[in-house]
């Protein structure tokens, strides 16, 4: 049971890393759009893109915390007592970019939605980053129990390139998706715009995982070995394959496969790094099993999963569809008129 709760973990994150990662790689490209009159359309484009599905996203977050907490809660305390503050930067990050996103759109005042957007973009690395940079400080063997907070534990080499890989990785996913939103509102200037720094960041990946090479042969030798052999290995192929599959799709302008090509690539190197890291939960200092939780917990949380997979699950998959399929709208200006002050024609 313990194992299986583990894969779920697993399988979580790399939900919440496509799903959660779409939107911060839509903030990074808020940030890089420009000014107010050049970033107007492409901000249009992620507004109407992101409204529908933005809070669903983190229901994975909120679904990897519940698990964690529950079936491992040694890894959980190990975690956030070593790891705090990124973890604390993190959510704030996290809570400023919702703020930010909420109210840029019935706000007015050009000098306001300069400040909410400018809240929102930056936020969009900020929490990627830090997240990042946790994995790598528990993929590099910093976090055992009992370990104290410090620096070293997520500033050192393998965090900070683990950090600027997830906003790489988001920034891809963002693009990629935005690219097939352009075409479903008609805007098809936008998607060649996209395109291109979808393969830019592509780019930016591919460049980082080179530079993590020897960074992770000497400072995270359990899960490099890991990754460079076995299934771990098979995945990273098979990730790389379907990253390559999503260049050739965007250069020939598919974008219909896009989607999925992408989320592929990014959900098999999570799988792939869980697998590296296989028996341990905190690389060669605690294993799955020893981390575990009480037997009659692992019962329970095992039924409720099923039980939120059986429920939960194809309303997910009937949201995204919808959204995709361009079936749910966002709030109309009229809707948003009562939130509005005197002042925010200014």
């Avoid at 992101?50 to 977050?61: F, I, K, Q, R």
């Avoid at 194809?314 to 919808?322: E, G, H, K």
Wanted: with cysteine; hydrophobic share 55%; proline share 3%.
């Amino acid at each position: 049971m313990a194992e299986f709760i583990a894969w779920v973990l697993v399988v979580a994150i790399a939900a919440y890393a496509c799903a959660g990662g779409t939107d911060y790689g839509a903030g990074f490209w808020d940030l890089l759009a420009g000014g107010a009159e050049r970033g107007k359309r492409p901000r249009w484009l992620i507004d109407h893109a992101m409204a529908p599905v933005w809070e669903v996203n983190n229901v994975w977050l909120i679904f990897v915390l519940v698990i964690m907490w529950t079936g491992f809660p040694t890894v959980f305390q190990a975690v956030f007592s070593a790891l705090w503050l990124p973890l604390a930067l993190a959510a704030v990050g996290l809570v400023l970019r919702g703020a930010g996103f909420a109210l840029r759109k019935p706000t007015r005042r050009l000098a306001q939605r300069r400040i909410y957007g400018a809240m929102f973009a930056v936020s969009s690395l900020v929490t990627p980053f830090f997240l990042g940079a946790v994995l790598g400080g528990i993929a590099s063997g910093r976090v055992k129990v009992g370990t104290t907070a410090s620096a070293d534990a997520w500033a050192n080499g393998t965090s900070v390139l683990v950090g600027l890989l997830a906003i790489a990785a988001t920034a891809f996913l963002g693009a990629v998706f935005l690219c097939s939103d352009a075409l479903r509102f008609g805007a098809h200037d936008l998607a060649d715009y996209f395109r291109v720094r979808a393969l830019i960041a592509l780019g930016a990946v591919v460049v980082l995982a080179l530079i993590a090479l020897p960074v992770t042969h000497d400072d995270a030798r359990y899960v490099w070995d890991g990754l460079t052999g076995g299934l771990g290995l098979l995945l990273i192929i098979l990730a790389a394959v379907c990253g390559l599959a999503t260049v050739l799709l965007l250069l020939r302008r598919s974008h219909g496969w896009t989607r999925y090509t992408s989320v592929a690539s990014v959900a098999l190197t999570v799988g792939a790094w869980g697998c590296a890291q296989r028996p341990y939960a905190l690389p060669t200092s605690l294993t799955v099993a020893e981390a575990a939780g009480a037997a009659h917990t692992l019962r329970w949380l095992v039924i409720v999963t099923a039980i939120a997979i059986v429920l939960v699950g194809p309303a997910l998959v009937v949201l995204y569809r919808l959204d995709t399929m361009g079936e749910l709208e966002e709030l109309t200006d009229s809707d948003t008129e009562a939130v509005r002050t005197a002042g925010d024609n200014a």
